[in-house]
Structure formats: structure tokens, C-alpha cells
């Protein structure tokens, strides 16, 4: 999982990238977390950043629980223990299962853009409608490359056009099966009952300008999550650490002041 450990204070962030990036995420925070902080840095299964390219399970990896095992398996692996995970987008829900199999992994989760469910359904406004979805995956699957650069400048945000640049030097290099198959796996995902059993205190952390990940869910998993909860609102795209990256080191660092 290409995992490394930089900086070397008392507290331990692990951040947890998102689909269709790398542990390069996070590079416009990593000097300023280094020099106070012990920050992880991982890769997970389907990032094109993988060398050399493992043989991709899709049946493995057809739900957020197998990553979860890959979380918590590289942490007791790396002896971590009471860490802060940052995770966006879909790692902020795999750290949620994750916490609920293993508390005492974690002291508290920082969920940066998570979503339990994309889909709407009465009641629930998920941000997607079906056929929204399926003409996503339909042109994911009739020409990835495609998809892909017409995909990211909206979701990053059209003004950020250097952070648009760096995400998709890991998405165009995604491979088209992994990507499909994990896009499937997360459009289509639903987690809410898992918000319930999550003890852990949390920050979520929601992008105003999302065009995934309405507002609306920000709150719903404020309303459901078991533990101590705060929302941060912030004026961003779906990837803050690419566009807002100093606005997501402020709350960290209330995060990890009001935590110690």
C-alpha cells in the first residue's frame, strides 16, 4: 500500500485518499502537518499508483468492508494506535467501518466530502438521481479516458485549473476495469445504517460547492452518527485538500487541539 510515515510529533494523522487518486493528495498539506504532526500516507488498492500493478480483486473489493480490512490490517502492521484518519470521500466511510470493528484504532475521524449514499430515494437526498448514475457508468465503461477529463474539472472546480492537472495525472492513469468496477461500488453503495454505530467523536468536513455530495448529506450524517459529532462547512469543491488546503489544516488543527 505504499505507506510511509513523515514528521515525527506526539499525535498520528493517517490520511486516506479518495477514488481515482493517490497518497498525492494530500502533498499541499504535508509540509506544515509534518512539523507538528506524525503523518501516514498510503495508497489503496486501485490507485494507479500501485507499483507494480497488483491483480485487482473486484470481487474482494465489492463493498467499503475489504478496505476496511486493508486499513486496519496496516495499521496493526505499523503498530498505530488512538490516530486521527482523515479520510476523503469514500475512505471517510471505509474509516467508519473501520472504527466500529476496531475503536481502539482510532481517536477520532475526519470525514472530508463522505457520503454514505449517492443515490436519492424518498427522504433522502443523495445528490444522484439512477439515471444520473447510470449515464456515469455507461460512459465510464464506452471510453474511460473520456469520462475522466470531462468528470474532474466540475468536480475539482473549473477555477483551480493547476489542481485539476494533478488529480488527473492519477485518474487518466487508473485503469478502465478498476475504475468501473470501483465506480460501480461507490455510486451505487449504501451505508447509512453503519452511521448508527460509529462511537468515535467525528468532524465532518462538507464542501459547499460539491457537485456530488450535497449539503444535505452533511447533515443527515451529523443527525445519524452515534458519537460526538461537529460540522465544518467549507467553500470548496469536492476535494478541498487540492483547492482549500489551508481552510482543511485550520480544522485539523482544532480537531487535534480540542481532542488532546
Not at 477514488?19 to 488498492?45: C, E, H, M, N, T
Not at 464506452?142 to 492537472?165: C, M, R, T
Not at 476495469?177 to 447509512?192: C, N, Q, T, Y
Request: aromatic share 8%; proline share 5%.
Amino acid at each position: 500500500m505504499n505507506a510511509k510515515i513523515l514528521g515525527s510529533g506526539g499525535l498520528t494523522l493517517v490520511l486516506g485518499h479518495g477514488y481515482g487518486s493517490s497518497q498525492a493528495l494530500w502533498d499541499y498539506l504535508l509540509p506544515d502537518l509534518i512539523k507538528r504532526y506524525r503523518v501516514v500516507l498510503f495508497d489503496w488498492s486501485f490507485s494507479s499508483s500501485i507499483e507494480p500493478s497488483i491483480d485487482f480483486d473486484t470481487s474482494r473489493y465489492s463493498s467499503y468492508g475489504a478496505f476496511s480490512e486493508d486499513l486496519i490490517s496496516l495499521m496493526d502492521d505499523m503498530n498505530l494506535r488512538e490516530v486521527i484518519f482523515v479520510g476523503h470521500s469514500m475512505a471517510g466511510m471505509i474509516g467508519c467501518i473501520a472504527a466500529i470493528r476496531r475503536p481502539d484504532l482510532f481517536s477520532h475521524l475526519v470525514l472530508v466530502g463522505a457520503s454514505p449514499r449517492y443515490l436519492d430515494e424518498e427522504g433522502y437526498e443523495g445528490g444522484l438521481k439512477r439515471s444520473e448514475v447510470d449515464e456515469i457508468l455507461s460512459a465510464m465503461e464506452s471510453n474511460y479516458q473520456k469520462w475522466a477529463k470531462s468528470f474532474a474539472p466540475p468536480l475539482i472546480g473549473v477555477n483551480h485549473p493547476d489542481s485539476i492537472e494533478k488529480f488527473m495525472q492519477d485518474f487518466l492513469r487508473m485503469r478502465p476495469e478498476i475504475a468501473l468496477s470501483v465506480g460501480k461500488m461507490v455510486f451505487m453503495s449504501d451505508f447509512r445504517d453503519v452511521l448508527e454505530k460509529v462511537e468515535v467523536p467525528c468532524t465532518i468536513v462538507q464542501c459547499a460547492d460539491d457537485i456530488v455530495v450535497p449539503t444535505s448529506v452533511a447533515h443527515y450524517m451529523q443527525s445519524k452518527i452515534k458519537g460526538r459529532v461537529s460540522l465544518e462547512i467549507i467553500k470548496s469543491g469536492h476535494c478541498p485538500p487540492l483547492t482549500a488546503p489551508q481552510l482543511l489544516i485550520d480544522i485539523l488543527d482544532r480537531v487535534l487541539i480540542s481532542g488532546n
